[in-house]
């Protein structure tokens, strides 16, 4: 079945940088599109970023455009996304999950939460200093 593990959060300063990995198993990566959504206390959750895993096109979310960076790696068995983090805020705090499920086709709606299948666990993000 398909699955989804996050890992790489933890701990920063405000201006430091993280990188957080997605790796995918249980289906071909080419078959959906891979998203980063994040969520903090009290919050909803929100989305940070996806990819066409088709074409490459990427979208981010106003917050985190220019800082953050959305990419794929799909060397033979090893199919990973990974979302490269920069200039880290206190705001940027929150469990930051991976998701897929969504044809590629229909990534212009990326940003909705019930249009995408499956999910990792999470990894926290937490910025402080």
């Known amino acids: 079945q398909v699955q989804l593990v996050e890992s790489g959060g933890g701990l920063v300063q405000p201006g430091g940088s993280l990188r957080l990995s997605c790796e995918t198993s249980?289906?071909?990566?080419?078959?959906?599109?891979i998203a980063w959504f994040r969520q903090a206390p009290g919050r909803e959750r929100e989305g940070v970023s996806a990819i066409s895993t088709s074409d490459g096109r990427t979208y981010y979310a106003d917050s985190v455009k220019g800082r953050f960076t959305i990419s794929r790696d799909n060397p033979r068995a090893r199919n990973t996304v990974y979302l490269q983090m920069s200039s880290l805020q206190p705001e940027d705090t929150a469990v930051y999950y991976c998701?897929?499920?969504?044809?590629?086709?229909?990534?212009?709606?990326?940003?909705?939460?019930?249009?995408?299948?499956?999910w990792g666990q999470g990894t926290q993000v937490t910025v402080s200093s």
């Open positions: 249980g289906y071909t990566l080419e078959y959906y599109a």
């Open positions: 998701a897929t499920g969504m044809r590629n086709d229909l990534i212009q709606a990326w940003d909705t939460v019930r249009r995408w299948r499956y």
